[in-house]
């Protein structure tokens, strides 16, 4: 199957920092990129969709000036959590899909991101 | 209500043994199911679609009932290495807006 891979794995930083995390289809071209966080116990929630060249979409709830997302080419999202508090610690997860607007659209997980904010 | 609801589990079995996870969403406009497994500080691998007629893999069956919006998982046979988070998905057009459950928790045990 597809791999996409994240970057980092894992991050420690301290409050008020920004954290940048990188997600790459390393065999494929990804049209639309999507980024997750799952906190412990708890299910995958959807952040943002992201497509190539164009403005992430974000779901309700979650602010774009904090999680910045830039999906300047068909095999790289990058999430960035600028001025990270404790709050935000969480494992980050990426997926990526290789259709385009119609038809069963597989999407394939990267291993994640586990940031923890001190 | 959340969009898609799992059996809180956990659910401890031992080797061997039948389990089965029941899922339902609450969105009448899902087209697509899927059940992930999640091990531990992992990411979700897909472990199987979900068709309206029902599908098996191997000891792993699928169920689906649109009209009750209801989505099980039946695992027979179990065994040591399915120890994992189970995840009900369902998606609507193109599965670009998967929803997912909390999961389930399963531990099988010698």
């Known amino acids: 199957g597809a791999v996409v891979s994240q970057h980092p794995s894992r991050v420690i930083c301290k409050s008020g920092t920004s954290v940048k995390i990188e997600c790459r289809s390393l065999?494929?071209?990804?049209?639309?990129m999507f980024w997750y966080r799952q906190f412990p116990k708890k299910s995958l929630m959807l952040m943002a969709t992201?497509?190539?060249?164009?403005?992430?979409?974000?779901e309700q709830g979650v602010e774009k000036d904090k999680f910045l997302i830039n999906h300047a080419s068909l095999t790289l999202s990058t999430l960035t959590v600028t001025s990270a508090h404790p709050e935000d610690s969480s494992f980050y997860i990426c997926s990526a899909t290789t259709a385009g607007t119609s038809g069963y659209n597989e999407q394939f997980f990267g291993p994640g991101t586990r940031l923890t904010v001190l | 209500r959340k969009e898609v609801e799992q059996d809180p589990g956990p659910f401890n079995v031992p080797e061997g043994a039948t389990v089965a996870f029941n899922c339902t969403y609450s969105n009448s406009a899902s087209q697509s199911f899927f059940w992930y497994r999640q091990d531990c500080r992992k990411e979700p691998k897909l472990l199987m679609s979900v068709y309206s007629s029902g599908n098996e893999d191997g000891r792993f069956t699928a169920q689906l009932n649109r009209a009750s919006q209801y989505i099980s998982l039946l695992i027979r046979d179990s065994k040591l290495s399915d120890s994992a988070t189970y995840l009900c998905?369902?998606?609507?057009?193109?599965?670009?807006?998967?929803?997912f459950g909390a999961g389930t928790r399963l531990t099988v045990k010698p």
């Open positions: 065999d494929f071209q990804a049209t639309t």
């Open positions: 992201s497509n190539e060249g164009s403005k992430a979409t974000y």
């Open positions: 998905v369902v998606a609507t057009y193109n599965n670009n807006d998967m929803r």
